[in-house]
């Protein structure tokens, strides 16, 4: 493959650990496999595909301002790399498989005119504008403000199990399996920590909180737009006709349980935004503790003579974002590789 790279050439090819298999570790394990030859590569996780938070998750790309690097031109390198990674799977002919579609988004508010802006990516996307009269009349009375842009959304239901074929076709390995310490990873030449909000227990990162989000999937073939107003309220079409309506972000919420006062908010908001969602059929409710830490932790540790390069804390923008952070996660570890082991190279 072109720009893949030979790290060892010695008999020993280095053995990498990637904790985690949601769509950061995921992510993190195709763009390393897809960079380098002879390296022996295994996806460590507790939970796989619909068991982790990235599988709770619309996928919508969509970052916030709470979504920061440690400077603002990383911030914005990791949203641009990412918009051009999911770009790439989109024209591509594996884009169902991978569970990535385009649609156009309305937002829309009766507070705030800056609600329906996004910096970070109006200069990115395709089309951001401002609607005109009669858009503010598509879902019903007393919008004020409203923008209308086009975007990409991942379905990490297709998404996860698609990079896990093509990983293990290619010589990638899966384990299931908690890890309590580094002590269990004696044997790995290189550790990537995608370990999500499970980076908060595993040792103790205080700047990590969770975000808690709980959502409604139903049977809406007909859906092909997706809709946003007022206080987090949101309806995000999918590629199997089921779509997901949103939504809470409690901070420092811990429960993993349905609340039904929640989702009797949540479907009032959004039937109030889209009416002809009324009698959707409900497929599921999930619940998802979002990794929120600011900034999102991209850097190299040492940790008992352990080589580690975490890529946590993305909050709520970890399917839109994670590409581009593991781009750098993946840079980082393999200047860590050849920087430990000159002799061999
Ligand atoms: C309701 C809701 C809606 C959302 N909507 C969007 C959206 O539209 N767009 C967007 O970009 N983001 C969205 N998000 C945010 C997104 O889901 C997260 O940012 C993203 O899933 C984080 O991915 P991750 O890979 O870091 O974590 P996870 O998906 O939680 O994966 C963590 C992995 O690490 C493993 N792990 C953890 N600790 C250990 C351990 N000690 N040993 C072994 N394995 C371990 C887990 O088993 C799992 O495999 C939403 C989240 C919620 C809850
Ligand atoms: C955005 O990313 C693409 C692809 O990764 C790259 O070619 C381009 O130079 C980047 N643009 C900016 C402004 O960083
Ligand atoms: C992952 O990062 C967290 C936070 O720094 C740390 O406590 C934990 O030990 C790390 N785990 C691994 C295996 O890298």
């Not at 990490?156 to 002590?183: H, M, T």
Request: net charge positive; charged share 20%; glycine share 8%.
């Amino acid at each position: 493959m072109i720009g893949s790279e030979t790290i060892i050439m010695g008999k020993e090819s280095p053995k990498i650990a990637v904790l985690g298999a949601g769509v950061v570790g995921s992510t993190v394990a195709k763009i390393l496999q897809e960079q380098v030859r002879n390296v022996d590569i295994t996806i460590i996780a507790d939970n796989f595909r619909e068991e982790t938070v990235s599988a709770v998750a619309a996928g919508i790309f969509r970052p916030s301002t709470s979504f920061r690097g440690a400077t603002a031109e990383i911030t914005k390198r990791w949203i641009n790399n990412s918009w051009y990674f999911w770009q790439d799977i989109l024209k591509s002919s594996e884009s169902a498989q991978a569970g990535v579609i385009s649609f156009g988004t309305y937002i829309f508010s009766k507070e705030n005119y800056h609600n329906t802006r996004n910096h970070l990516i109006e200069d990115l996307v395709p089309i951001y504008r401002a609607v005109d009269e009669n858009e503010l009349k598509i879902c019903g009375e007393g919008w004020k403000y409203g923008s209308y842009f086009n975007t990409v959304k991942i379905g990490c239901d297709n998404y996860l199990p698609w990079v896990e074929r093509s990983f293990v076709a290619n010589g990638g390995k899966v384990v299931q399996k908690y890890i309590n310490s580094f002590s269990s990873l004696p044997e790995y030449d290189l550790v990537f920590n995608c370990t999500g909000l499970g980076a908060k227990y595993l040792c103790n990162d205080h700047d990590l909180v969770p975000i808690r989000g709980q959502i409604f999937k139903v049977k809406a073939p007909w859906l092909k737009t997706a809709f946003y107003g007022d206080y987090d309220t949101y309806i995000i079409p999918g590629h199997d006709g089921v779509a997901t309506l949103g939504g809470v972000r409690q901070y420092n919420s811990y429960n993993r349980d349905v609340c039904k006062y929640d989702a009797a908010a949540i479907m009032e908001r959004c039937v109030q935004l889209l009416p002809a969602l009324k009698n959707a059929e409900v497929v599921a409710q999930k619940v998802g503790l979002r990794p929120h830490r600011v900034p999102v932790r991209v850097e190299r540790e040492i940790i008992d003579r352990v080589k580690v390069v975490h890529c946590y804390g993305h909050g709520g923008y970890g399917v839109t974002c994670a590409p581009g952070t593991a781009i750098d996660a993946v840079n980082i570890g393999l200047d860590l590789l050849r920087s430990n082991s000159k002799s061999k190279l």
